[in-house]
Structures are given as C-alpha cells and as structure tokens.
C-alpha cells in the first residue's frame, strides 16, 4: 500500500482516480481550472499536470526523426516542437491550478520530464511524482524524482520486463519506499484490444507493488475490468467535451464520463469480495423461499402420494425437490392439511 495526501491506495482501498489535464486546457487557463473543478465535482481523486517546455522534450529541428509518422491518427506529420508547444501547460499556471485543485479536496501533482521539472515541483512541495511511459528508460529521472522522498508512480507502455525492473530498481535504490507500477498502451488513443489487461496480476508479481492502469482508450470499460485483475489506482486524460477539440480530447472523458468511472469502479472493487463460495449473508431471506416438497390440497390417512397432493413449491422447509421419485407411491400416515412441509415422519 502507499498513500498520497492522506489517502491510501492499494488492494484493501477503492481505486485511485487520477484525471490529467496534459493540453486540454487549449491554451487558456480558464479553461483549465474549469476542468479542475469538473474533476472535483466527478469526485476523482487526483489531478496531475504534465511540466515541460518544447524545449526540455526536444529540440526544434525537422525531418523525420523530430516528425509524428503521417499515419498517427491523431497527430500525423506534426512536428514534435510543434506538438510540445501547443500541448503543454504553461509553468505559471501550475501554481493557480494546484491551489485551486487542493481548495476541491483534490491532490495535484505533475509528470516531470527533465531536472528542472523535478526542482520547480519541488518548490510548489508536490505530494507524488508521476514518470510517464516514454521516460521509463531515463533512469536518472526516476532517480532524481525518488530522492524527494515522495510517493512515485511509474506508468510503463512500451517497457519491456528488463526496463521496467531497472526502473523499480532506480527507484527504490534512490530511496524510495512508497511505489506504484502502472500498466499502459502508450498509443493515442489506444484500441482495448491491445490493453493486455491479463498482464496486470504478470506485473504486480514482477515488480512487489501497487498496480494500477494509466488508460487511453474510450469510454470507462478497460480501466473497469483492470479493477478486476488488481489495479489500485486508474489513470484517465479528461477535457470538458470531446466536441470542443484539443490535443488529447479524442482520447479523454467528459465529467459526467469520470464522475461514472469514480462511481463504477468503487461498485467493481466492492464487488471483487473474498474468493469463497455458499450462501452470502444479504441472501438469508432468499433461503427461505427455495423449492421444497409440500402438501399442496388437504390429504387423509391412507392416501397415496402423488403429483395430485404433492409439489415442489416455494418456500423451503419440505423434503428437496428431487426427493420426488422416493415419495411418489407411498401413503401417508395421517391427515395432512394443505400447506404442510412433505417430511419422512408424514408417509
């Protein structure tokens, strides 16, 4: 288990909702604290920024290394400058949308993507830090955000078992003891086929952590079943309305899309319960309305039972059903009124 801001997070606990901002905003900071108080009013959780400039992510150059491939659904021959200038959030707005997220109960934290990332979230005194799946192999990022000493959640698309061990390993190596390990398809949006969910119990025993899933597919049914397979804490980007446009909204769900999530995912936990079988204590009452073999028309002694005077009826209290093929044929010992439970001592 491991907490953030308080609240703990782990298999004994609801899930985790993070909602990620990343460059929804569309460059207004209107909009962007519009959207930290619809994921307060969905009751998510968390809210995490992503803090970079173009240029702590890339250089601006062209050609075809520093180019999204023409077929990217999304974000086809842009520019990597280009995409990283329109979707980030800029660094002074994180103080007025972490102060606004906390006045809603929320915890705000960020995605770090250089060293100097990592010193401005410190000076704002940030409760976790999040490694996004590209940076998984930048070591000493993981390094450096783990020697703050505060919780780290690692998301790993595109990591193989060896990236993601020397990840864990950096990590905790660096000193840090409060971790969690989020499964990812890091394609934007991603096809639920390809979510691999199966994999979640693979990587909670690879790595000794908390699991979870940072999810870019539609709608809320993957993030659902990881909670089925072990995920803690879910991951989703979230925008006012996907109508609006934006760089992530293809792939983000609107409030009242989160606000379900929140409420569906708790119901998912509650419901995975303890890995036994037999009657639960809510269905008591039911037992008692279970078929059993009655007397279904006043009889008198001598009587043969048959089909005529004896049924299976509800509730409970008579001979089982299928003790049908004994008693038929026998004869009863003594008058029986309609309604009598059929037991041994009768016929």
């Known amino acids: 288990m491991i907490s953030i801001a308080g609240r703990a997070i782990g298999p004994g606990h609801p899930p985790y909702v993070v909602a990620e ?9 209107e909009r962007a604290l519009a959207i930290v108080d619809a ?17 702590t992510l890339t250089v601006d150059a062209d050609g075809p290394a520093f180019r999204l491939g023409d077929a990217h659904s999304l974000w086809g021959g842009e520019r990597l400058y280009d995409l990283y200038q329109r979707a980030r959030t800029p660094w002074e707005w994180h103080e007025p949308l972490f102060a606004r997220a906390r006045e809603r109960g929320l915890a705000a934290f960020s995605s770090p993507f250089d060293p100097t990332a990592v010193e401005f979230l410190e000076k704002l005194d940030v409760p976790a830090y999040k490694i996004a799946s590209s940076e998984l192999v930048d070591l000493p990022l993981i390094r450096l955000a783990a020697a703050t000493g ?19 390993t950096a990590a905790r190596e660096a000193g840090c003891t409060r971790l969690a390990v ?19 119990p693979l990587l909670a025993a690879l790595t000794g ?9 539609p709608g809320i049914g993957v993030p659902l079943a990881a909670v089925a397979l072990g995920a803690c804490l879910i991951e989703k980007h979230v925008t006012l309305a996907r109508a609006d446009g934006g760089v992530d909204s293809a792939f983000s769900l609107e409030p009242a899309e989160l606000a379900a999530l ?8 509650e419901a995975l319960g303890e890995p036994v079988l037999g009657p ?34 509800r509730p409970a209290g008579g001979l089982p059903p299928d003790a049908a093929r004994e008693v038929t044929g026998r004869r009863f010992v003594r008058d029986v009124p309609k309604g009598t439970p059929l037991t041994w001592d009768l016929i």
């Open 280 to 313: 639960r204590p809510s269905e008591r009452e039911g037992l008692r309305f279970r078929r059993s073999l009655y007397v279904v028309r006043d009889v008198r002694a001598g009587e043969e039972v048959g089909p005529g005077n004896v049924r299976s009826v």
């Open 39 to 55: 994921v307060a009013d969905a009751g998510a959780h968390a809210l995490k920024l992503q803090t970079y400039t173009p240029d």
């Open 209 to 217: 952590e908390v699991v979870g899933l940072s999810d870019h597919t």
């Open 262 to 269: 929140v409420t569906e995912s708790a119901r998912a936990w």
């Open 150 to 168: 505060k919780p780290l959640i690692i998301s790993t698309g595109m990591g193989t078992a060896g990236e993601i061990g020397a990840a864990v």
């Open 21 to 29: 901002l990343s460059g929804n905003h569309n460059g207004s900071l």
């Open 182 to 200: 989020l499964a990812c398809t890091a394609s934007y949006p991603a096809a639920p086929a390809e979510s691999n969910l199966r994999a979640l």
